[in-house]
């Protein structure tokens, strides 16, 4: 055998041992479950290119009729006066600051993506956020 040939090679002998610890019956149903992954994605590409792929919004195979709406555990209002005692002593003095620094950093980070002039722009936004302002967040949590 070529040394080129030896070396294309090297290392399989530590994946042949490894596999001998897996079962013929493990290995095929790993075959079996990749089988039916590709046909399902095979009837996925006929259904979108066909333009009938929908996704379904629910997780019961019933549809939407099946589903219950759950009742909450507990009401908006005893939801909100717990986050409130939560956060009770959380903001300090140093925790606006910080905040008014991210809020300043994420302006002009909107004007280096070339979504406003200059930074100011982005508090004259409010309340009318545009449908992408999500985005941009994320992108600026992306960038750090």
Same mark, same amino acid.
Request: net charge negative; aromatic share 10%; hydrophobic share 35%.
């Given at each position: ?8 090679? #090297?290392?399989?002998? /530590?994946?042949?041992?490894?596999? %001998?610890? $897996?079962?013929?019956? !493990? ?15 095979? &009837?996925?590409?006929? @259904?979108?290119?066909?333009? *009938? /792929? @929908?996704?379904?919004? *629910? =997780? *019961?195979?019933?549809?939407? &009729?099946?589903?219950? #709406?759950? %009742? ?6 005893? /939801? ?20 008014? @620094?991210? +809020? ?7 004007? *280096? ?8 722009? $982005?508090?004259? /936004?409010?309340? =009318? ?6 985005? +941009? $967040? !994320?992108? +600026? $949590?992306?960038?750090?």
């Amino acid at each position: 055998m070529s040394e080129s040939l030896l070396h294309a090679f #090297k290392g399989a002998d /530590l994946y042949f041992a490894e596999s %001998k610890h $897996i079962s013929v019956e !493990a290995a095929e149903e790993d075959q079996t479950e990749e089988e039916e992954s590709l046909l399902n994605s095979f &009837d996925v590409d006929d @259904r979108e290119a066909a333009g *009938t /792929l @929908r996704f379904s919004t *629910t =997780n *019961t195979a019933g549809g939407e &009729d099946n589903v219950k #709406k759950k %009742k909450p555990k507990h009401s908006n209002n005893q /939801l909100a006066s717990s986050l409130q005692a939560a956060s009770e002593g959380v903001v300090i003095g140093t925790t606006l600051s910080d905040y008014q @620094r991210y +809020w300043n950093q994420f302006k002009e980070f909107c004007v *280096t993506i070339d979504k406003a002039q200059v930074a100011s722009e $982005i508090d004259n /936004l409010f309340p =009318n956020l545009p449908a992408e302002f999500p985005t +941009w $967040i !994320a992108l +600026w $949590i992306m960038d750090k």
